[in-house]
């Protein structure tokens, strides 16, 4: 089992910034894609972010191109995502999740590709 660990959630202002990290043991990080997600109330579990095994690979929901900014550091085993100039909209649990995948895979945004999931951050950004 591979266990996952958001943190850097938060309370920020309209245009601010925030920088989720998401950690693991696993020595099996390497080879996992991994992605983030979001969800609100109600609402399915979103795409926001995927990045490939090496990291120069990303995908994004087209939500949030241009603001988010995801990469990994796998000496860390931590998947990284930047979030800036935050609106209302992206308030959410946002969630860190990992996929099995081969060597040659891209980033993976199909949500039904992610095996393992942590517990989620909050974001939330006020108006």
């Known amino acids: 089992q591979v266990q996952l660990v958001e943190s850097g959630g938060g309370l920020v202002q309209t245009g601010g910034s925030l920088r989720l990290g998401c950690t693991t043991s696993?020595?099996?990080?390497?080879?996992?894609?991994m992605g983030w997600f979001r969800q609100v109330p109600g609402k399915e579990r979103d795409f926001v972010a995927g990045?490939?095994?090496?990291?120069?690979?990303?995908a994004y929901a087209d939500s949030v191109k241009g603001r988010f900014s995801i990469s990994r550091d796998n000496d860390k085993k931590t998947v990284y995502m930047q979030m800036n100039s935050l609106q209302p909209e992206d308030t959410a649990v946002y969630y860190c999740?990992?996929?099995?995948?081969?060597?040659?895979?891209?980033?993976?945004?199909?949500?039904?590709?992610?095996?393992?999931w942590g517990q989620g951050t909050q974001v939330t950004v006020s108006s």
């Open positions: 999740a990992a996929a099995s995948v081969d060597r040659w895979y891209g980033a993976v945004t199909q949500r039904e590709r992610y095996h393992f």
């Open positions: 696993s020595r099996s990080f390497n080879d996992y894609a």
């Open positions: 990045i490939n095994l090496s990291g120069g690979g990303t």
